[in-house]
């Protein structure tokens, strides 16, 4: 199997999870690092023994030679890296939020599909573990058909100290979280057709809002509550974990906080435990996300190698971020709308 050598462009607070998740996928080398502050990428290098250090990502993606990027910056930054590394003809990975702007999306997808290279969005939450025993048992007719959902992320942990950039997001609590929430609703029960959203801004320190509430038609007539808060109390603190519950025909499925996954019909219940481990380089308690991180890159190599086009492509993901907008629309406007 040949080598794909990968490179990374952003070395701050998420891209340990990435160099490190790429060093559990066999077949993969991160062969080189780029961040415009050079300490940052010189201790992501020196900590993963990469090679070759940049500070340009034009400069990288020039001489690197890479088999594909993937690119770990906020999100102002993602129009202007994705289509350099179309320019440059190199399959790209890029993180969520995928954009701030409709157009940027489409301008992203475009500009890979032009260049006849693969674009994945890292929209990992629908390869946690726990939410993909949710999506086998669905598609084993576990609970029939689906009619009802709530896809919930609350808690109160300290997301602020390690992303400090949150703080000062106008648009917070959706386009942080929301997105990948979202995404699960898409995931597990089909488009939505129409939305309501109503915001909250709960912690005084930001600028955006820290709490959503939406609802969500979907295509095939159900119905999901997906709702957010960085500001709800609880003992133990659930942060990462989404709680998901899905009422179908014939029974109901549970995913509860302490990873359990409850199945109920009308015959009785049955429980499992689907707690993802703790990577050898991970921690609680944000090992879901971790485990999430090491599933979806596994689907990249494959994906890349078999040169079939990722779940969560650039098109696809431009589907979520569309939701996530409308959400504010009608936040906006205090109504509905169509997605
Ligand atoms: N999927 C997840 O579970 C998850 C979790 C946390 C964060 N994220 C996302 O990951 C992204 C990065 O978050 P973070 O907290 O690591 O941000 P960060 O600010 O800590 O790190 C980003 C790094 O990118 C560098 N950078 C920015 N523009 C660059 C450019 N043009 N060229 C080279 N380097 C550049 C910055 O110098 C910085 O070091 C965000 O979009 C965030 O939403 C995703």
């Known amino acids: 199997m040949a080598v794909l050598r990968g490179g990374v462009i952003g070395c701050g607070f998420f891209a340990a999870n990435h160099l490190n998740g790429w060093a559990e996928i066999e077949g993969v080398e991160i062969v080189a690092v780029c961040d415009r502050d050079?300490?940052?990428?010189?201790?992501?290098?020196?900590?993963?023994?990469?090679?070759?250090v940049y500070t340009d990502a034009e400069a990288m993606l020039a001489e690197a030679k890479l088999d594909f990027v993937d690119i770990i910056t906020t999100v102002p930054s993602h129009r202007p890296l994705v289509e350099l590394a179309a320019r440059h003809r190199v399959p790209?990975?890029?993180?969520?939020?995928?954009a701030e702007r409709?157009?940027?999306?489409?301008?992203?997808?475009?500009?890979c599909r032009a260049a006849g290279i693969p674009l994945m969005v890292h929209e990992n939450f629908r390869w946690q573990s726990p939410i993909l025993a949710v999506r086998r048992k669905l598609a084993e007719g576990?609970?029939?058909r689906p009619c009802w959902a709530r896809i919930s992320f609350r808690h109160a942990y300290d997301i602020y100290a390690g992303q400090p950039y949150l703080l000062e997001e106008k648009r917070l609590a959706i386009m942080d979280i929301g997105v990948h929430v979202l995404d699960v609703a898409r995931d597990l029960l089909g488009?939505?057709?129409?939305?309501?959203?109503a915001t909250q801004?709960?912690?005084?320190r930001v600028a955006g809002e820290d709490a959503a509430t939406v609802t969500l038609t979907h295509a095939g007539g159900a119905l999901s509550v997906v709702d957010m808060s960085f500001a709800a109390i609880t003992d133990p603190d659930p942060f990462p974990q989404t709680?998901?519950?899905?009422?179908?025909?014939e029974g109901t499925l549970e995913l509860e906080t302490g990873y359990r996954l409850k199945l109920s019909r009308r015959d009785g219940s049955r429980t499992w435990s689907v707690e993802p481990p703790v990577p050898s380089w991970g921690e609680r308690p944000w090992h879901v996300i971790?485990?999430?991180?090491?599933?979806?890159q596994r689907h990249w190599a494959e994906c890349l190698r078999s040169g079939t086009e990722p779940a969560t492509s650039g098109a696809d993901n431009l589907k979520t971020l569309v939701l996530a907008f409308r959400a504010y629309e009608s936040a906006e406007r205090g109504h509905a709308v169509a997605v």
Request: net charge neutral; glycine share 6%.
């Open 191 to 197: 488009e939505a057709t129409r939305i309501y959203c």
């Open 290 to 296: 971790q485990d999430s991180v090491v599933n979806i």
């Open 142 to 144: 576990a609970v029939g």
């Open 38 to 52: 050079r300490g940052r990428a010189e201790a992501a290098a020196r900590r993963f023994g990469i090679p070759a």
């Open 243 to 249: 709680a998901i519950r899905i009422e179908g025909t």
């Open 92 to 98: 790209t990975i890029c993180q969520k939020p995928f």
């Open 102 to 111: 409709v157009e940027d999306a489409e301008a992203m997808v475009a500009a």
């Open 201 to 204: 801004r709960i912690d005084p």
